[in-house]
């Protein structure tokens, strides 16, 4: 406010500024938008600077304002200077490798708010056109940047393609959150759009992403999982019925691979057990090995778990050995977890099962040295969680603890609930083993709660024996120490 009324041109001026100033008893002054504005139109020549760098974001370049500018250097250098004379911006750097920051985000939107719709929309186009051509390397690390000014030039189809790009590369990052927030948003912007078979495909492979970044976000078997797999299985039977087939077979599998993995989860296991018998026929029928591992690595664990436990580790040896690195690692992605990495973790516990709990060491050991090497954070985590059965099992459990820690630590950075929940439940286990029965009750009931909310109910008979278990230790502590009487 005072800078205004310094700014002002006259004694009138200056008196309007200074009359505008509320009362003490007002928190936020209800003029601060309006003395902003006015600061920004006594700019001249650099208002227009000041709306475009608005445009471009909280910090633009010089290099990019003058591209979108397209002004003499002359005419833009004094603009510039009359625009940081006003402390609105402060630079950084000489031109023309300098960059710019607007003082506080409220001036940024009060220059943004002066834009019309349609200069608007052509200025958003001119900075896209400036980042493609310009800053190759940042559209290629920052697809949401180029999306974001796409979007709001009105360049729909181009925006939703950028979309689901970033949310790939935050896939395969393992930015789990942001990568659910921006493939959602690709797909909300192509819904609208006029279906073509090229945006058909790329809406299929988008929600099939979608739905492998919820089963680690949200859970394997929560809703929003189970009700992104349906549309999964309803845009490809659409599109099948339109005679267009996936371009890539294992677009099917993938969705498939989900229901087996949910049902898995949810522990529905009849739905289970035939579910992986289709996969494992339909695999029959390819001519690519990933399909095949997958189907042995469902049935495996089917298997396992319904207490066929040699009939289990055939069917893992067999995926682990169908299993290719170089060709198949990269579908980690495709398919929640790494498909080589995670049947070593089952067979681990298959072989403890069977009374070979040296060779069950050594494969788990060896299972979570896989995964560290593939540095795919999901894979680690299931690994991690996998693999702390073996441990407890064997009466590993300083080794139990330490895994679950480290797996609650991963949950924590990427946003996965489940597994999250998992590791909780994993250290709680490992401490009532090992006579920390506190810290047990108090970490598997919450740990419970928490795995319930996601869908997941897998397994949970054990872990409510174990915290049976430690609530009677903790009892007759109590009865040792204080001697109550029942």
Known sequence: MTKAALEAEGEGAAARAIASVPSPAVAVPASLYASLMARLDRLGSAKAIAQIGAAIGREFS?????????????????????????????????????????KHALVQDAAYGTLLREPRRALHARIAEGLELQ?????????????????????????????????????????????????????????????????????????????????????????????SLDVARALIERAEALGEPPDDPLTLFSVIYGSVVANYIAFNS????????????????????????????????????????????????????????????????????????????????????????????????????????????PTLMGTLATTSWTYIFLGSYTEAMAHADELMALADETGASLWKAIGMLFRGTASALAGATSDAVRQLTSALRLYRSTGASVSISFFLSVLGKANADLVARVIRTEGTAF
């Open 62 to 102: 010089h290099a990019l304002l003058a591209f979108v500018a397209r002004l003499p250097d002359e005419e833009l250098t004094a603009a510039l200077d009359r625009l940081l004379h006003s402390g609105l911006v402060s630079r950084q750097g000489a031109p023309p490798d300098s960059t710019y920051l607007f």
């Open 270 to 377: 009849e739905a289970l057990h035939e579910l992986a018998v289709q996969f494992l026929e339909l695999a029959d029928r390819q001519t690519a090995t990933a399909p095949l591992c997958l189907g042995h690595r469902a049935m495996g664990i089917c298997l396992l778990h319904e207490g066929d436990v040699a009939g289990g580790r055939d069917h893992l040896e067999r995926a682990v050995a169908l299993y290719d690195p170089m060709s198949h690692r990269p579908l980690a992605t495709r398919f929640g977890l790494d498909i080589g990495t995670v049947p070593k973790n089952w067979r681990a516990l298959a072989l403890w099962l069977l009374g070979f709990p040296d060779a069950a060491r050594t494969g788990a050991d060896r299972a979570i040295e896989d995964a560290r090497e593939l540095g795919h954070v």
């Open 135 to 227: 800053f190759p390397s940042v559209t290629e690390s920052q697809p949401e940047l180029l999306a974001r000014h796409c979007a709001q030039a009105g360049l729909m189809e181009r925006a939703a393609l950028l979309w689901g790009k970033a949310g790939e590369r935050s896939l395969a990052r393992s930015a789990l959150l942001e990568a659910e927030a921006q493939l959602t948003r690709a797909l909300a912007e192509i819904a609208p759009l006029p279906g073509t078979p090229t945006l058909r495909r790329e809406q299929i492979k988008l929600q099939v992403a979608l739905v492998n970044a919820r089963m680690h976000s949200k859970g394997y078997a929560a809703a929003a999982t189970k009700a």
